[in-house]
């Protein structure tokens, strides 16, 4: 029956299935359905940062992960909006959904890291694990299975006709608890893969990948912590304390507080990993590769052509022990010295040196010239040579 007034919060228009939506007399339904948006809110962000950190993601072998933890994302994002289905009142196509959707999407999230953890452990033990094709099919292979049991269980269960012939409106809705529960086997064991699939990962002998199999085997602990808990709850504990009508508040925070664990533990540590460079990946030896933009420019001036070095020193021939010649065969260029080459290390002296070099070697030749003795063939006919001190002064 439709209650006479709206309770605190809700106005008068609201149906009364959408009463936990508002109601703040009941408090649960508000606070839930407020981490239920943060929750979609955040997934949808960290997705939108996984796909834009895919150009700058340099390891092979994450990259090849991003397609799981994607699917998780996708997944943890149905949960966070199946949340709202068990909030609200129960009617014939909300009660269809919840009974699909809940294992549907939970096998989803367990599908992908048990994918994750056997890719671990294939490349623990064979130092190479499989495709990211390979890894897809296989976590779709594993998520088709529980829903072909959830499609299987609700045609059985909605088109047969109860006892008597008579067919009731919400006959969706009138399922045990214990029927429930047990529609769900098989993502129970799911939850108990994915710990067994992480725990070959903790002494993985590349410690890269060990901090992977921790955050998987941590999110499949929590996921079974907290499995054990609402699964007590709804079956024996809402009975024992006399207040059945906690069933939907049990399996909404149930489903609200495992979305977050596969947030916190798993989603927000691999997309912080993911840019991060193989360690196990040696940088090349060769400078070429290691500083290509400045080896450019070192190789261009080492791979130039090389002239042979001539000699620039001049000799002083001031001091040789060779007569020079009385008259020069040819006028000496003064910069016949310079050969037009760029200065280097090796001492080079400037043009104005030069020239001051071949001057000073015209005056020294000139002036050995005027030392020499005189000619025989001089005006006097004398054949003698003069004395010395007849010489004049």
Same mark, same amino acid.
């Given at each position: 029956? +439709? ?13 009364? $299935? ?25 997934? *949808? ?40 289905? *068990?909030?609200?009142? @129960? ?11 809940? =294992? ?10 048990? &994918? ?12 190479? =694990?499989?495709?990211?094709?390979? #890894? ?14 959830? !499609? ?27 029927? *429930? ?14 710990? #067994? ?10 410690? @890269? ?23 007590? &709850? ?40 993911? !840019? ?5 990946? +040696? ?22 052509? +090389? ?15 060779? +007569? ?6 040819? /006028?000496?260029?003064?910069? =016949? ?12 002296? !400037? ?10 070697? &015209? ?27 007849? $010489? /004049?002064?």
């Amino acid at each position: 029956m +439709e209650p006479t007034s709206a309770p605190k919060g809700c106005g008068s228009s609201i149906s009364s $299935l959408y009463y936990n939506l508002c109601d703040l007399t009941t408090v649960w339904g508000v606070v839930v359905e407020a981490v239920a948006a943060a929750g979609i809110v955040t997934s *949808f962000i960290l997705l939108v940062i996984l796909i834009a950190s895919l150009p700058f993601v340099t390891d092979k072998k994450r990259k090849g992960m991003v397609a799981l933890q994607a699917g998780i994302l996708v997944f943890t994002l149905g949960l966070f909006g199946l949340t709202f289905a *068990f909030i609200v009142g @129960q009617y014939s196509t909300n009660c269809a959904a919840r009974r699909f959707l809940f =294992g549907v999407l939970f096998s989803g999230c367990l599908a992908c890291l048990v &994918m994750h953890g056997l890719w671990l452990a294939l490349l623990d033990w064979r130092d190479r =694990g499989p495709r990211s094709w390979m #890894l897809c099919l296989g976590a779709l292979g594993l998520w088709m299975v529980e829903v072909i049991i959830n !499609t299987e269980w609700l045609i059985i269960t909605v088109v047969r006709s109860p006892p008597g012939g008579v067919i009731t409106p919400d006959i969706s809705c009138n399922i045990a608890n214990q029927d *429930f529960v047990s529609a769900l086997v098989y993502v129970m064991v799911l939850v108990i893969t994915v710990v #067994l699939m992480a725990v070959p990962s903790m002494t993985h002998k590349h410690k @890269q990948w060990r901090r992977d199999g921790a955050f998987i085997l941590v999110t499949g602990l929590f996921t079974l912590a907290i499995w054990v808990a609402w699964i007590v &709850m709804y079956i024996h504990g809402n009975r024992v304390v006399g207040n059945p009508s906690w069933d939907d508040p049990t399996l909404a925070i149930a489903i609200v507080s495992n979305a977050w664990v596969f947030l916190f533990l798993y989603a927000i540590p691999e997309i912080c990993l993911l !840019t991060q460079g193989d360690p196990d990946q +040696e940088l090349p030896l060769d400078g070429d590769h290691v500083y290509p933009a400045r080896s450019l420019v070192y190789d261009n001036n080492l791979k130039e052509p +090389e002239t042979p070095q001539q000699n620039v020193y001049m000799e002083n021939k001031a001091f040789t022990m060779d +007569e020079p010649p009385a008259v020069p065969a040819k /006028p000496v260029s003064p910069y =016949g010295a310079y050969n037009g080459q760029l200065r280097s290390c090796v001492y080079q002296p !400037t043009e104005i040196a030069l020239i001051a070099k071949g001057l000073t070697k &015209m005056d020294q030749g000139m002036l050995m010239t005027r030392a020499r003795a005189p000619s025989l063939n001089r005006g006097d006919g004398s054949s003698q040579p003069r004395s010395a001190d007849s $010489l /004049p002064s």
